[in-house]
């Protein structure tokens, strides 16, 4: 089957025969369809589009719509994408381990990524939920409490399921937590901050920057000290933007989305990327009072008796540098495509900087 490279191409006979390779329908046919384009500000990786769908024959039972996700149509994001693997990731993890995951996450209806091309698309279950709202200025968009404790509660089962798990390395589209893509981003460290500095100096505390300038000459203890925890299966991209909830602030459940960085690594990698750039700088304190107690109380419930909580602080620390470091890299590249573009930067990383003054990590770079 040809991959499309956007909305634009899709067609009936496409999605029928999509959508019966992937075991979707039979006997039936697409007969028609709608697209709802969703706005750049939705990804960064992606174009999304929400596709409706009406069929010939009996279609009791089968999707009414669905979830397309295609390349960017950004030139740059798209060649980070395709040099990541981003796509082939996603599509391998929902194949070999979606029913696996403890965690609640969309059906893939359809996945293909090309050999030759950059091509890519995945078509997705769509989900019943709420995403945190993009029209939102992002400073106001902070986890909530009730949020970040589902989040990290069910992350936690996932964690503890798969911790130490051998067969993890048979896995070669998983991404290791020493693999020339994440050390890639860690080389790019000075020059990303050197470009990144500008953007957010004003609105940092000297402390932050202090944090910033100096985490180059720490990043190979970093490194060395995140290789040595145990592995288990990460989501590698969890945060309140990759998640649907069936309510806002206070939600009782929630779904992973976009499983394009799946990696074999500690657990408090996930927990350090949600924590540290989704908690609004003025609830940092919760970090110790409530969010990492609760994740090492679920780790807990769920059977995992040998890491003790004063060393899941210490990897936090860690693990807030890491996010820190690969965040300041990340941004320096891609194109948010949104008014707001200078924003998330300023925003995100003076939330990881908060959140690194606040677990003391400043020792770290004495």
């Known amino acids: 089957m040809e991959i499309p490279e956007k909305y634009e191409d899709v067609t009936a ?17 697409v007969t028609g369809f709608t697209v709802d384009p969703l706005g750049a500000d939705r990804s960064r990786t992606s174009s999304l589009a929400r596709i409706e769908l009406t069929y010939a024959g009996p279609s009791d039972g089968l999707p009414r719509s669905l979830f397309a996700k295609f390349v960017s149509r950004i030139p740059g994001n798209r060649a980070l994408v395709a040099e990541m693997d981003l796509f082939r990731n996603e599509i391998e993890l929902y194949r070999n381990l979606g029913d696996e995951i403890p965690l609640d996450m969309p059906r893939l209806y ?5 050999n030759d091309t950059d091509l890519a698309v995945l078509l997705l279950e769509e989900i019943d939920a709420m995403a945190k709202p993009a029209d939102v200025p992002i400073e106001q968009n902070g986890l909530t409490e009730g949020e970040g404790t589902l989040a990290l509660t069910r992350v936690a089962q996932m964690h503890t399921e798969w911790w130490e798990n051998t067969r993890l390395r048979e896995l070669s589209w998983l991404q290791p937590i020493d693999s020339s893509r994440r050390n890639r981003l860690y080389d790019a460290y000075p020059d990303s901050w050197e470009k990144l500095k500008p953007v957010v100096e004003k609105t940092f ?12 000459g720490l990043l190979p203890t970093v490194r060395r000290e995140l290789g040595g925890m145990p592995e288990t299966l990460c989501h590698g991209d969890y945060h309140g933007g990759n998640m649907l909830w069936d309510r806002l602030g206070t939600p009782t459940r929630v779904w992973a989305l976009d499983w394009q960085i799946p990696t074999r690594g500690p657990a408090i990698m996930d927990v350090g990327w949600f924590l540290s750039l989704g908690l609004n700088v003025g609830d940092v304190g919760l970090l110790r009072s409530l969010f990492l107690p609760s994740y090492h109380r679920a780790l807990e419930s769920h059977g995992l008796e040998s ?3 004063e060393q899941l602080l210490s990897d936090y620390r860690f693990a807030v540098l890491d996010s820190l470091a690969r965040a300041v890299s990340l941004f320096a590249i891609l194109d948010f495509a949104r008014e707001d573009a200078t924003e998330i930067p300023r925003v995100l990383l003076g939330r990881a900087t908060a959140a690194a003054e606040e677990m003391g990590c400043t020792e770290l770079l004495r």
Do not use: F, K, N, Q
């Open 205 to 216: 505390t000297p402390a932050g920057l202090d944090i910033c300038d100096r985490l180059e």
């Open 13 to 29: 006979a496409w999605l029928t025969a999509a959508l019966r390779e992937g075991g979707v329908i039979s006997d039936a046919t």
């Open 110 to 114: 359809y996945g293909a990524s090309s």
């Open 307 to 309: 890491y003790p909580y």
